[in-house]
């Protein structure tokens, strides 16, 4: 059984292939401060990147997780999703509240992936 | 490698068939206000509902996280669980917390299942 | 398809073997109370005897969440992490925040990895 960790800093793999499924860490914006449509719209390319190094693509998200410090900010995270998700391969999803790692950081997602 | 998408929103899967597995959404009652209790019961049989659909029952769903807004709701969820839940077959677990979508809601829950 | 269950309490099993796979619970420290540094310690040591007694151990790592009270724990369990984490085989890891089921909990670590 091979595992295949892509773009690992100190603490963690970006994103980890094993057992035909890719696994993606919480991902975050760079670009700060930004709204949350700028943030949901950086961390959504960062995933699409992601995803094609480890020979996936959006319509093969099984599961994603997205934790916001504010319910609040879902409506507007949920406007860049849409225009970004593929509407007839939507993944399983939970969208949830937590502090984050930086005071600036409005959203943060993790998606699971068939390869 | 197929994969099999159920009861799918505008927004999401309610249930992900994939790779051998059944990735659920994040469940929450639809029946609000109502208690802990009752919304954990409505939540579950949801889930027995999905999971069915996905050919799979709850005697194999390998992990599980659950949000409520409150820790002190746990007891009142587990009570409920405890009734519902394959005692011979209990999945992995973490029940932690989360602000959730609308302020009546007390409990989310999502299971991963083998098929 | 078997599904194996290890150390099953009355509410959950602390890891489950499925499809190549192994789930563990969300792991707490049962030492307390204790600072942030030992109780992640005294949870990854759980953490590596749970996935040897289902025949993986910590380089096969793919994914794990953390769960800390105030994410301004993070810097400590890092620490810790870094001492103890497979350089080699850093896996996706997201750390969010979450009330813990008991206030002297300081953190709460689930991982997923391959068998």
């Known amino acids: 059984m ?3 960790r892509h773009q690992p800093s100190k603490i963690w ?3 980890v292939e094993a057992n035909g ?3 993606l860490s919480g991902i975050t914006a ?3 401060p930004a709204s949350v449509k700028e943030q949901t719209a950086e961390v959504l390319a960062k995933i699409d990147a992601l995803l094609a190094a480890a020979g996936s693509n959006k319509s093969k998200i099984v599961s ?3 934790w916001v410090p504010d319910i609040r900010y879902r409506d507007e995270l949920n406007q860049v999703w849409l225009e ?3 509407t007839a391969n939507l993944p399983a999803r939970a969208c949830v509240t937590s502090q984050l ?3 600036n950081l409005l959203v ?3 998606v699971t992936a068939v390869k």
């Open 2 to 4: 091979s595992i295949i």
């Open 13 to 15: 793999s970006a994103a």
């Open 21 to 23: 499924m890719v696994y």
């Open 30 to 32: 760079d670009r700060l």
């Open 64 to 66: 994603c997780t997205i």
């Open 84 to 86: 970004w998700v593929d």
């Open 101 to 103: 790692a930086n005071p």
């Open 108 to 110: 943060e997602i993790q």
